[in-house]
């Protein structure tokens, strides 16, 4: 099957990618973009598969050049197509962990049947009947020690208030206190009886729990050998000509195990299968098709850098031996010419440049807050706010804790207002409006942002168009 797709449109005259574009942060060639637009293409041929793509799908493509010079593209999908990793037209997978008679499926097929004997073991009707029989007897339990109590409480106010009306003889005291003992006496002899009760119940349930506990605990080890088995299966390539498992990889960049999907994005087909068949890699694209995810916003027909969680140590290895440009998110800003706009004996406010940190972070490069606390040698200093890596806009510093805590509760309580302007591609529907959307870190592509329904800030921004330019 051949799948080195040539260009249908006439490329000529459109120069190839000096170096190959990094794949975490880029503008698509124009090749890739003619690329995708003849996959897109494709994939509308075929009914079935546009259908499911419609549901949601990211595809990628890669220019390549073969041993004459000529150029074509590669095409992929990200996991699984019709439920199927290998589709006409398309790169095959890394390592095809859907063949029937492999290992994979087949260790897949006994776990899957060991959750239907965990499932069966959970509803078995005598495990039931006995949990109801412990549950039945804790509800026993606390009706009668509660009763117990409440007349234990009743017959107190009645000493006290025997004891308050008058003076008591001694043998008058000595009754109220034996009845007083004999009442707590019967509620520890009562709580020690329940309590062996309870035990005795529990007894008959711990048998059913121990075979439950003991299927699990084999069905997590069995999946997790699988899962390590699987990751050494998955070898990848680079342009040095060096192979390395999933696992090796994983284990030398940060010491964890690959994420459940790793080597399953279209990035890593694409670049395997050039490498596995001498084409020279060119620039690659990734691209969404398709419904936008829950918790994410995915337009259709829009670009997009490759996830970090799965693809960063697989493409860090993958891209070693080519020309590579430089993650301009991680390369940072010139953070020289950091102007302050204002400033008084409580606050700094500078214009931060492009590229550069509010605040330390783990993707490297030097923050505004380490500058202004290394130029003023105050380690007092604190940025109130943030801006992204990317934006460029006016940043408050307060020059003390006091200070900082002051201006924090007015921006937690919104009383202050941001105001932004942006160069959009496209035109929005309409010309002002307002989006609302929680918003979280996304943990797994810092120092992105996500849509989160279930844990997200809430977030209003406010938006009027100011201008349109034809292109």
Not at 19 to 27: A, D, I, Q, S, V
């Amino acid at each position: 099957m051949q799948l080195l797709h040539r260009f249908r449109q006439d490329i000529t005259g459109i120069e190839p990618p000096l170096r190959f574009n990094n794949p975490f942060y880029y503008l698509p060639h124009r090749l890739c973009v003619i690329a995708a637009d003849e996959l897109r293409a494709f994939l509308l041929a075929d009914e079935a598969a546009a259908a499911d793509a419609a549901n949601g799908k990211m595809f990628g493509v890669l220019v390549v050049q073969d041993n004459d010079g000529r150029l074509g593209f590669l095409a992929a999908f990200s996991g699984l197509l019709l439920g199927r990793n290998n589709i006409n037209g398309f790169v095959p997978p890394v390592y095809d962990l859907l063949s029937p008679g492999g290992y994979f499926r087949q260790e897949e097929s006994e776990i899957s049947a060991l959750n239907g004997r965990i499932k069966e073991a959970e509803h078995d009707g005598d495990y039931i009947a006995a949990l109801a029989a412990v549950d039945a007897l804790r509800q026993e339990i606390e009706l009668e020690l509660s009763a117990m109590r409440e007349q234990m409480k009743a017959c107190k106010a009645r000493r006290d208030a025997l004891r308050e009306s008058a003076t008591l003889s001694a043998g008058e005291e000595a009754v109220l206190v034996r009845e007083s003992q004999y009442q707590k006496a019967e509620l520890k002899r009562a709580t020690a009886k329940w309590r062996q009760a309870i035990a005795d119940g529990e007894a008959a349930v711990a048998p059913f729990k121990a075979k439950i506990a003991a299927m699990k605990d084999e069905r997590r080890n069995r999946s997790a050998a699988l899962q390590q088995w699987l990751f050494t299966q998955y070898r990848v390539l680079n342009a040095a000509g060096e192979e390395r498992s999933l696992l090796e990889i994983f284990a030398a960049h940060s010491g964890v195990m690959p994420p459940a999907g790793s080597g399953e994005c279209a990035a890593p087909k694409l670049l395997q299968y050039a490498y596995l068949h001498s084409l020279k890699p060119l620039a690659v694209a990734e691209f969404w098709v398709g419904e936008s995810p829950v918790g994410e916003v995915r337009r259709d027909g829009c670009f997009y850098g490759a996830c970090k969680s799965k693809c960063e140590p697989i493409l860090g290895f993958m891209l070693q031996g080519l020309d590579v440009e430089e993650n301009a998110l991680e390369k940072g800003g010139d953070i020289s010419s950091l102007e302050v706009v204002y400033e008084d004996e409580y606050l700094i406010v500078v214009d931060k440049p492009p590229g550069v940190l509010s605040v330390p972070g783990i993707v490297g490069g030097t923050s505004v807050q380490q500058l202004l606390r290394d130029t003023r040698r105050n380690n007092d200093i604190f940025v109130v706010h943030r801006l992204d890596m990317a934006t460029s806009g006016l940043l408050v510093a307060a020059k003390s804790m006091d200070v900082y805590k002051a201006m924090q509760q007015q921006f937690a309580g919104r009383e202050v207002k941001k105001q932004y302007t942006a160069l959009l591609d496209g035109m929005p529907q309409n010309s002002e409006g307002i989006i609302e959307l929680p918003l979280s870190a996304d943990y797994d592509n810092r120092p992105r942002q996500k849509i989160d329904y279930a844990n997200g800030k809430p977030a209003v921004t406010r938006y009027r168009i100011i201008n349109v330019v034809e292109r």
